[in-house]
């Protein structure tokens, strides 16, 4: 993967105390990463980086919208993307064994040498994470503005022939219904 300066923060140079990054992320952001499940990108994220001697601590504010296909109805449904993450960044000797033994996903370590910080896999992951792993139209009747009409009136079909069928399973129960009377 090509190292993008823009995504590389010098934080060598910075004081301590808190510093701001905005960075626009758009489809040509992911072209590196492969296809992905959504598409029409428009998401800001915010970085906040709090300088310490000791450690840095990132919060990013993934904000914007995304394209995705519904899991019901197959449409094409924007969604909006609002989330916030922290992630403590430490500098130690041995970076690699301790990312590798850290239990907390929150957690990174660099190495002491280390002067920049390149946080684009962070606001991939970010970015991902932001999307729910199911994506619906919002309204349960499925009658929203982006839900397909063919696609619901299948599902209805679908729901009142699965009522219709009889389940074997339940089948010789109904001889025990009176009997708790």
Same mark, same amino acid.
């Given at each position: 993967?090509?190292?993008?300066?823009?995504?590389?923060?010098?934080?060598?140079? #910075?004081?301590? *105390?808190?510093? +701001?990054?905005t960075y626009?992320?758009?489809?040509?952001?992911?072209? +590196?990463?492969?296809e992905q499940d959504f598409w029409d990108c428009q998401a800001a994220v915010k970085l906040l980086l709090e300088k310490t001697p000791n450690f840095m601590m990132l919060r990013f504010q993934v904000g914007g919208t995304v394209k995705v296909v519904c899991d019901?109805?197959?449409?094409? =449904?924007? =969604?909006? =993307?609002?989330?916030d993450f922290?992630?403590?960044v430490k500098a130690v000797e041995n970076p690699e064994e301790m990312n590798d033994t850290e239990e907390d996903p929150d957690v990174y370590y660099i190495s002491r040498g280390e002067s920049h910080l390149h946080v684009a896999p962070m606001i991939y992951e970010f970015v991902n994470l932001s999307i729910p792993m199911q994506k619906e139209c919002e309204y349960e009747a499925m009658d929203g503005p982006y839900c397909n009409p063919a696609a619901r009136e299948a599902l209805?079909?679908?729901?009142?022939? +699965?009522? +219709?069928?009889?389940?074997? #399973?339940?089948? *010789? =129960?109904?001889?025990?219904?009176g009997l708790e009377e």
């Open positions: 993967m090509n190292s993008r300066r823009e995504f590389e923060i010098a934080f060598v140079g #910075l004081k301590p *105390g808190v510093h +701001e990054f626009e992320i758009t489809d040509r952001f992911f072209e +590196e990463y492969g019901r109805c197959s449409s094409n =449904l924007p =969604l909006n =993307l609002f989330e922290t992630v403590t209805e079909k679908m729901k009142k022939a +699965e009522e +219709e069928k009889e389940n074997p #399973l339940w089948k *010789g =129960l109904e001889k025990f219904k």
